[in-house]
Every structure is written in C-alpha cells, then in structure tokens.
C-alpha cells in the first residue's frame, strides 16, 4: 500500500438516508484527519485521531456527523439524517506524527438528492 | 479557508514561469504548504516550508516565504500544460492545515 484509499468513491444518497465512509491510511500513520471539500472552494477540516483517539472536533462537525477510528487503523465517518448541504467531497489525511506532511486519499464524493 | 487568501485564477503561456501568491494569518503557524488538485483527482502535495526558512527550491518549484509580511508564494519554471491545476496554499496549524480558495492556473499556448 502505497497511499490513503478511500471507500466509497462516489455516494448518491436520498435525503434523511445514514451513509459511512471508509478511509484507510498510509500503514504506519499514527494521525488521521477528515475534511470536507465543497465546490470552489479549499478542503475545510473535520476532525482529527490520534491512534485511536479522536482528539479535536470542528465546528463543521454536527451531531449528525460521526467518527471512529476503533483500533486505530482505519476510520470512518457516518452521516446521520443526510441533508442536500451535506453533498460534498469528504477527503481523508494522514502523517505519521504532528505537523510535517499529510498525505490525502482520493475523496469520497457525497451526492444528497 | 477564510484566513488563507490567494487569488483565483491565474493565466500563463506555456514555457514560461507561474507565480501563485498567498497571504496567511496566523505568525505561529509552523509548516506552510502548497498542494495540487487535477480535475477529478485528490490533493497532491507539492512542497512544503517550515516557517524558519526564507527558501525552499525543488527542480522547479520555488517557494518564498516572508515571515514578516506572511506572504507565500509558489514559482513554476517552465509551466507545462500537466501544470493545469488548482494550487492550494495552506498552514499548518494546530495540528491541522487550513486551506485557502485555491488558484485556478490556465497554460496557454
């Protein structure tokens, strides 16, 4: 394994489906991150893990959005009650400790109708 | 990526060099990095900076950073048109990257 890959690529989803999101990280990456890509503009962070600990929240971050990262390896993020503002590209990150270089998957690209 | 600024779009002819610019906010920020997005594809990182450097050069990528002003910028020598792409300046900080809009570059021919 070369990079992050990310699962699925593409999601087309109805409003007020739950949908989850799979990212598994470069293998001997302790730091995991998830942000959110709209159109036009730049990638917007989401959270962050530590291992297995979740250690920071955004704002962004709606009680509908969670993220587990359960032994930390992979991660992933589950969308409660989908909205038609939640359609977005949700990239993953990840580097092998604080600051330094994160290295992003592919996107997975949400579609709410 | 309100506190990262850069200019949108930015045209070139082919063979000759980009300078993409960014403002930045935060003085503490330690790592300053610039990525690439192609069409449909994910971020790229193309170099990074850290904030005790004024240079940093990688065949041909340059990037210039003064602290004092928090201005970063990214020089393409020779832009070719696999150069098409959005550049995405940002700063590392808290443990995240904060990211600006992005600088849509356009090779002419």
């Known amino acids: 394994d070369t990079g992050v890959s990310q699962n699925p690529r593409h999601k087309i989803t109805k409003r007020g489906q739950n949908v989850t999101f799979r990212c598994d990280p470069i293998?001997?990456?302790?730091?995991l991150y998830w942000y959110r890509q709209t159109l036009g503009q730049g990638p917007e962070f989401l959270t962050y893990?530590?291992?297995?600990?979740?250690?920071?929240k955004s704002r962004l971050l709606s009680d509908r959005f969670s993220a587990e990262r359960p032994k930390g390896s992979f991660s992933t993020l589950e969308i409660q009650r989908t909205e038609q503002g939640d359609s977005a590209m949700y990239l993953c990150?990840?580097?092998?400790?604080?600051?330094?270089?994160?290295?992003f998957g592919p996107g997975t690209r949400l579609t709410v109708t | 990526g309100e506190d990262v600024e850069q200019s949108l779009f930015l045209s070139v002819r082919e063979g000759d060099s980009s300078v993409i610019n960014c403002t930045y906010t935060?003085?503490?920020?330690?790592?300053l990095y610039w990525y690439k997005q192609e069409p449909g594809a994910g971020l790229q990182l193309l170099t990074y900076?850290?904030?005790?450097?004024d240079m940093k050069q990688d065949q041909r990528l340059t990037v210039l950073l003064n602290k004092k002003d928090k201005h970063l910028s990214l020089r393409i020598a020779d832009t070719q048109t696999g150069d098409s792409a959005i550049y995405f300046c940002?700063?590392?900080?808290?443990?995240?990257?904060?990211f600006g809009k992005g600088t849509r570059l356009h090779i002419l021919p």
């Open positions: 990150a990840s580097s092998l400790d604080r600051g330094g270089e994160q290295y």
């Open positions: 293998s001997e990456h302790n730091r």
């Open positions: 893990f530590q291992n297995e600990a979740q250690l920071e």
């Open positions: 935060d003085s503490s920020s330690t790592y």
């Open positions: 900076i850290f904030s005790n450097m």
């Open positions: 940002a700063e590392g900080r808290d443990d995240k990257i904060i």
